[in-house]
C-alpha cells in the first residue's frame, strides 16, 4: 500500500522560499506522476503542479513564475519549492500521486493517493 | 482556465438520494473525478474518469457526466458521508477543481 510522508518548515516570512519533500513508500514509482496541491484556510483546492518520473513537468499558469517540483528517483522523493511567498500562500500542502492517461480519445489525470499535509504559514 | 461551477451546498435526508453537480463548458468531452475531504483530513477519490470506483468506495457513490453537466451521486445517505466533494478534470495541461460542495445529511 503506498503511503506518502511529507515535511518541511511550516513558518516563512513574506519573500521566503517554501520549500517541502515528500517521500513515496511503497508501490512503483515510475508508474505514476507527483503532484502538489494546496488549501488555503477554509477555502478549496488548488494545482500546484505535476513531475513523473523522467522529470517532465507541468505547473498552475498562476504559479508558474515561482514554483519548481524536482524529484529524487533514488529516493523515491521529490519536492516543492515556491519562492517569494506572500500572506496568500498560506495553506495545507499535499504531496499527491497521479494517475493519467488516455480513455475514450480523452485524457485524464486525476489523484489517488493524498499525503496527510503539511501547514504553512506565510506571516512577518 | 477552466471555470467549474459546483453549489455550495446541497442537503439530503438520510437514507434518501443527495445529487451534487459539476458544471462546466462542454465537460461531457473531459474525464471527471470526484473527492470527498472531511473536516481536517486530506481528499479521498471517490469517482474517477466519470463514473468509475477506486476499491473500497462503497457502491452508494456513483457518477454521470453528459454535456455540460457532471453529476455525483450519493445514495442511501449516510451521516458518515457528511463531507465536502470536489469535481476536478484537466484541460491545457492543468488539474482544475470545483470550488466544492458541502454535503449535509439531516
Known amino acids: 500500500q503506498v503511503q506518502l510522508q511529507q515535511w518541511g518548515a511550516g513558518l516563512l516570512k513574506p519573500s521566503e522560499t517554501l520549500s517541502l519533500t515528500c517521500t513515496v513508500y511503497g508501490g512503483s514509482f515510475g508508474a505514476y506522476s507527483w503532484s502538489w496541491v494546496r488549501q488555503p484556510p477554509g477555502k478549496g483546492l488548488e494545482w500546484i503542479g505535476e513531475i513523473n518520473h523522467s522529470g517532465s513537468t507541468e505547473y498552475n499558469p498562476s504559479l508558474r513564475s515561482r514554483v519548481t517540483i524536482s524529484v529524487d528517483t533514488s529516493s523515491n522523493d521529490f519536492s516543492l519549492n515556491l519562492s517569494s511567498v506572500t500572506a496568500a500562500d498560506t495553506a495545507v500542502y499535499y504531496c499527491?500521486?497521479?494517475?493519467?492517461?488516455?480513455?475514450?480519445?480523452?485524457?485524464?489525470?486525476?489523484?489517488?493517493?493524498w499525503g496527510k499535509g503539511t501547514t504553512v504559514t506565510v506571516s512577518s | 482556465s477552466y471555470e467549474l461551477a459546483q453549489p455550495l451546498s446541497v442537503s439530503v435526508a438520510l437514507g434518501q438520494t443527495a445529487s451534487i453537480t459539476c458544471g462546466g463548458d462542454n465537460i461531457g468531452r473531459k474525464n471527471v473525478h470526484w473527492y470527498q475531504q472531511k473536516p481536517g483530513q486530506a481528499p479521498v477519490l471517490v469517482i474517477y474518469?466519470?463514473?468509475n470506483r477506486p476499491s473500497g468506495i462503497p457502491e452508494r457513490f456513483s457518477g454521470s457526466n453528459s454535456r455540460n453537466t457532471a453529476t455525483l451521486t450519493v445514495s442511501r445517505a449516510q451521516a458518515g458521508d457528511e463531507a465536502d466533494y470536489y469535481c476536478?478534470?484537466?484541460?491545457?495541461?492543468?488539474?482544475?477543481f470545483g470550488g466544492g460542495t458541502k454535503l449535509t445529511v439531516l
Open positions: 476536478q478534470v484537466w484541460d491545457s495541461s492543468t488539474a482544475f
Open positions: 499527491a500521486r497521479a494517475s493519467s492517461g488516455w480513455h475514450a480519445s480523452y485524457y485524464y489525470y486525476y489523484i489517488d493517493v
Open positions: 474518469r466519470d463514473d
